[in-house]
């Protein structure tokens, strides 16, 4: 009697391989997405904090995310993961109507948002975050 095995267990075993990797593949994708969504909700913590900071020690908002480092409220500008870059969208100071006009202030960074218009896995945009 020889010992092996059949052509029937062979393709079982494959294709119950290729149903797990089925099942994982979609898992394991979304897994690393949430990290980088995660990583990128911490950054935008991090920049936005040390946005605060910065205008409530100096009463005016930096002109460059540059200057969060030249003054140590940031170690290095933060990467925006889902980008793969540290360039981010940067919201400009706009006076009201009736305000006056202060041109440090107005050229100040109040917020930053992703450059990516892709959509996250709650169905909205990381530029809007």
């Known amino acids: ?11 079982t075993v494959l294709v119950l391989i290729g149903i797990l990797v ?4 979609p898992i394991y994708r979304n897994a690393t997405l949430r990290a980088k969504e995660a990583v990128l909700k911490e950054n935008l913590f991090q920049i936005r904090d040390a946005l605060n900071k910065f205008y409530k020690d100096k009463h005016k908002y930096p002109t460059d995310l540059e200057d969060l480092v030249i003054h140590k409220y940031l170690r290095k500008i933060p990467i925006d993961p889902i980008m793969q870059s540290n360039e981010w969208d940067m919201i400009r100071f ?8 202060d041109p440090e202030i107005a050229e100040g960074i109040i917020d930053v948002r992703s450059l990516s218009h892709a959509e996250s896995l709650d169905g909205s945009k990381y530029s809007d975050w």
């Open 1 to 11: 009697m020889k010992k092996g095995f059949t052509l029937v267990e062979i393709i």
């Open 22 to 25: 089925s099942i994982v593949l």
């Open 94 to 101: 706009e006076p009201e109507e009736m305000e006056d006009f």
